[in-house]
């Protein structure tokens, strides 16, 4: 089992066993971790994909989730403006990942990719939101749009 696939599977194990794992405080988001794992596709091509965001920059890494994989894998740093950057934690400010409800749909729809955001506060605490296909979370759409516009609009 690789290395993110683990990670995975350990933040979706807390996630279910303390909901988003926050008290309601107003604390500052430090870092932001962004993950995408693929759906039902050829297991050759499966892969993860982890984008980190935090004041000092951006990290990314995607590796393949089988042997035998046929998916480009690799590592590295976005060159990144610091204004942009400062920009998406300015959006984030006052965005309560407590407060974040999980909604289910209501027939689970088949296929789809599954994405995880992680939040990082000044205070040591974290707080998971796990999105499978048709899922979604009430007070967090704004947030998770600015994180995925944010991403989407990174340039090699």
Not at 98 to 110: K, L, M
Request: hydrophobic content about 35%; overall charge negative.
């Amino acid at each position: 089992m690789k290395k993110v696939t683990r990670w995975f599977a350990i933040a979706l194990l807390i996630f279910s066993m303390m909901g988003c794992g926050m008290k309601n405080k107003d604390n500052t988001i430090v870092k932001i971790e962004y993950m995408i794992e693929s759906g039902p596709i050829l297991t050759a091509l499966q892969a993860n994909e982890q984008y980190v965001v935090s004041r000092d920059g951006v990290a990314w890494s995607k590796e393949g989730r089988t042997d035998g994989k046929q998916v480009a894998e690799g590592a590295g740093e976005f060159e990144v403006e610091m204004e942009k950057i400062d920009a998406l934690f300015d959006q984030l400010q006052h965005f309560k990942c407590s407060t974040a409800e999980r909604v289910e749909p209501q027939d689970e729809p088949d296929g789809g990719f599954s994405e995880s955001f992680v939040f990082h506060y000044n205070s040591g605490d974290i707080c998971y939101l796990y999105y499978t296909p048709g899922v979604r979370y009430q007070y967090a759409e704004q947030a998770v749009q600015s994180i995925r516009e944010f991403v989407y609009s990174l340039r090699w």
